[in-house]
């Protein structure tokens, strides 16, 4: 079984500033992928960006980076210069081993204030 | 451009009157997910199709069914709705790809939040 757990309901950050989510996850699977979505309120998922369990490196996409220690087995997503747009819920998301489709957390309430 | 479309956007149904979603995409990918997601919640998995082939999670109710009758178009059926299924429905697409693979991944489309009255 795969587990996501994000436990930041809500985070406020100041526009320009940079913001850490948290994402902790577990699974038994030597090979896995982690994902970010951001949701707005509209409802559409939109992909940020994706950590592979053998990647060696931090991903990053633009101001995006995934800060990946997988001894503690956590995924946290970094955000820089934080805009108004960024104003959604994020979800972390899990595919390992087998399984075909993305186990969610629960998610987390980013609020940019100007 | 490729995309995953779900239509409508906005359903009202009234309360045991069977209600279809619909998702449609030209990405040609062959798995198709339906995820149910309630307010301020995770999406949660309803069932999958790899191809033409259905997956069930074992926790959906029986309530819930789909079709994918192409690779094209896939449908979620709630045969009769209840207040606890207002929820926004969200599919997704995604081909069978290695974990490897950072250039393809899920693409979803925008949902249809779905009202019972």
């Known amino acids: 079984a795969q587990k996501i757990t994000q436990t930041q309901p809500g985070m406020f950050v100041q526009e320009k500033e940079a913001v850490t989510l948290d994402c902790t996850y577990d699974?038994?699977?030597?090979?896995?992928?982690l994902f970010w979505y951001k949701q707005p309120s509209s409802g559409e998922m939109i992909f940020l960006i994706y950590?592979?369990?053998?990647?060696?490196q931090n991903a990053t996409e633009g101001r995006y980076s995934l800060n990946f220690q997988k001894a503690r087995k956590s995924a946290n997503l970094v955000i820089s210069a934080s805009q108004l747009g960024d104003s959604a819920m994020y979800f972390c998301?899990?595919?390992?081993?087998?399984?075909?489709?993305?186990?969610f957390g629960s998610g987390t309430q980013l609020t940019v204030l100007p | 451009d490729a995309m995953v479309i779900q239509n409508p956007r906005y359903q009202v149904t009234q309360f045991g009157k069977p209600v279809t979603l619909s998702c449609s995409q030209t990405?040609?990918?062959?798995?198709m997910y339906w995820y149910q997601q309630k307010s301020s919640q995770a999406p949660k998995l309803l069932f999958h199709?790899?191809?033409?082939?259905?997956?069930n999670e074992a926790d959906t109710p029986d309530n819930f069914q789909s079709r994918r009758p192409n690779t094209s178009f896939c449908f979620l059926d709630i045969r009769s709705p209840g207040l606890g299924d207002a929820a926004m429905y969200l599919c997704?697409?995604?081909?069978?790809?290695?974990?490897?693979?950072?250039?393809?991944?899920?693409?979803f489309g925008s949902g249809t939040r779905l009202t019972v009255v």
């Open positions: 950590q592979g369990s053998y990647d060696e």
């Open positions: 998301a899990i595919r390992s081993g087998s399984a075909r489709q993305l186990t």
């Open positions: 199709y790899y191809d033409k082939d259905f997956n």
């Open positions: 997704a697409t995604s081909r069978d790809f290695s974990l490897f693979d950072r250039a393809i991944g899920y693409t």
């Open positions: 990405l040609n990918h062959n798995v």
């Open positions: 699974t038994s699977d030597q090979s896995y992928g």
